[in-house]
């Protein structure tokens, strides 16, 4: 979809083709580019199939080029998507600066576009495309840095979830957070390439203001790429550490597994040995034999509890042990509590009855 907007008092207005003025300049915003969309940049604007096919392209990487008839810059900008299975990626902006219009091309649609459509954007001048370029390459900035904290937001959450109980979905959502930042990464190592090709070479002139917000634009973008690696490596050693605590369980359910295998390997043993061709004793003894099973079967139950639950006396005595001291604690403050009484009473006696009467 196409839109076209022209500033007038400061601000950005909707226009249709036909009403433009073709004394003022104009932004053609292209977004969710269609196949007649990329027929009218072709036909209007001359713009190359090739460079529209490289715009389009989801993993194209920031640069600027020259042509002919206009000058083209490719930058990273920042998408969230909140049903998507990895809501935070990148995608690529294509900025198109044909004689008067400067052209907006993006295969999706994102809030920083939005943004610049409502008029969000403080000190956007389009009648000057090299600042107005600028405040692009500083809004993506702000976007990447908004992401980050989102992100970092979303991680603790998880961690906090999978400290109750260690879940598939909670681990996938780290796995997809993590994949975000290595995206991020990638987009704004590119965009600093292009932030220092804008401030060295001439395809684009630019005033002092301009460039001092340049240089400012390049710290943010600096900041972001750190904040963006420190992040990475939190969410590496929180997933590592998770791997962790998942094999660490799955040693334990297995030890407890082990266990309960040899204590049954006992009474198989005795039925695989007696199932052979020898005597079986307590045969003609009666109710002798089954009192004997039984009380077999009994202490390997008890062996066995005593085996898997060898923790919960030690929980119960530490329980009894911490109320045992609070209790001795209470008392002791009951003790002080007392003798600052009897102190206070020393020091300032009460009136006493007959003291009360002679007065």
Not at 121 to 139: E, T
Not at 310 to 326: E, L, Y
Request: charged share 25%.
């Amino acid at each position: 979809m196409i839109t076209y907007w022209q500033q007038e008092n400061g601000r950005l207005l909707k226009r249709e083709q036909e009403e433009l003025d073709p004394q003022l300049n104009t932004w053609v915003d292209a977004r969710s580019v269609t196949r007649e969309d990329i027929r009218t940049l072709e036909e209007e604007y001359h713009i190359e199939q090739e460079h529209i096919l490289d715009i389009l392209d989801p993993d194209e990487l920031s640069r600027i080029e020259r042509e002919d008839e206009y000058i083209l810059t490719i930058a990273r900008i920042p998408v969230f998507v909140p049903s998507g299975d990895i809501s935070y990626f990148t995608a690529p902006l294509g900025i198109v600066v044909y004689n008067r219009v400067i052209i907006t091309i993006c295969w999706t649609d994102c809030e920083m576009l939005k943004d610049i459509a409502t008029n969000r954007m403080k000190g956007l001048n389009l009648a000057d495309f090299p600042a107005f370029i600028v405040k692009i390459l500083s809004r993506a900035d702000t976007m990447f840095l908004r992401y980050l904290k989102e992100i970092n937001r979303r991680s603790t959450s998880i961690q906090n979830e999978l400290q109750q109980s260690v879940k598939n979905n909670e681990l996938i959502q780290l796995l997809n957070l993590e994949k975000s930042l290595e995206f991020f990464t990638t987009s704004l190592k590119s965009n600093q390439l292009l932030l220092e090709k804008l401030r060295k070479t001439r395809i684009l002139t630019f005033d002092s203001d301009d460039r001092d917000w340049l240089e400012d634009v390049e710290i943010d973008n600096r900041q972001a790429i750190e904040m963006t690696d420190t992040y990475s490596n939190i969410l590496a050693n929180m997933v590592d550490a998770f791997a962790s605590v998942i094999s660490n369980n799955l040693n334990i359910v297995m030890k407890k597994l082990t266990t309960i295998s040899l204590i049954l390997m006992v009474p198989t043993f005795i039925t695989s040995f007696f199932g052979m061709n020898v005597p079986l004793p307590f045969a003609k003894n009666g109710w002798l034999g089954i009192i004997c099973i039984s009380l077999i079967c009994l202490a390997t139950a008890v062996i066995a509890g005593q085996v898997l639950l060898k923790d919960k006396p030690s929980r119960v005595q530490k329980k009894n042990r911490k109320t045992f001291a609070q209790r001795r604690k209470e008392r002791h403050m009951i003790r002080m509590m007392k003798i600052q009484e009897k102190k206070l009473d020393k020091m300032h006696p009460l009136p006493t009855r007959e003291w009360m009467l002679q007065d």
